[in-house]
């Protein structure tokens, strides 16, 4: 059976720094590329971040510069470091096994002064 937990997730003031974890099972993850996702209230579904089997990354324009995804393959855990966030940056951040339809269930991340 497939899980992926995310936890980190919470309030911070703009400006602030969060650091976000999935931690999978159930799976071969080292193979797997694996992405983090971020959906706000009335927007669609978007990424965030992507970080291949081979660690190559991609990042959202508007996340550039500020966040950064890594892994720890012999954890099976893949991070999302958050930094300068904004208020804009507050959604419920997902992560997902790319290629695969597994998602975990998210993590809400609010920044609000």
């Known amino acids: 059976q497939v899980q992926l937990v995310e936890s980190g997730g919470g309030l911070v003031q703009p400006g602030g720094s969060l650091r976000l974890s999935c931690a999978a099972s159930g799976i071969m993850f080292r193979i797997y590329a694996m992405g983090w996702y971020r959906q706000a209230p009335g927007k669609q579904r978007e990424l965030v971040a992507r970080?291949?089997?081979?660690?190559?990354?991609n990042y959202a324009d508007s996340v550039k510069g500020r966040f950064t995804i890594s892994r720890d393959n012999a954890k099976t855990t893949v991070f999302l470091q958050m930094n300068s966030l904004e208020p804009d940056d507050t959604a419920v951040y997902y992560c997902?096994?790319?290629?695969?339809?597994?998602w975990g269930q998210g993590t809400q991340v609010t920044v609000s002064s």
């Open positions: 997902h096994v790319e290629a695969l339809p597994y």
């Open positions: 970080i291949t089997s081979s660690e190559s990354t």
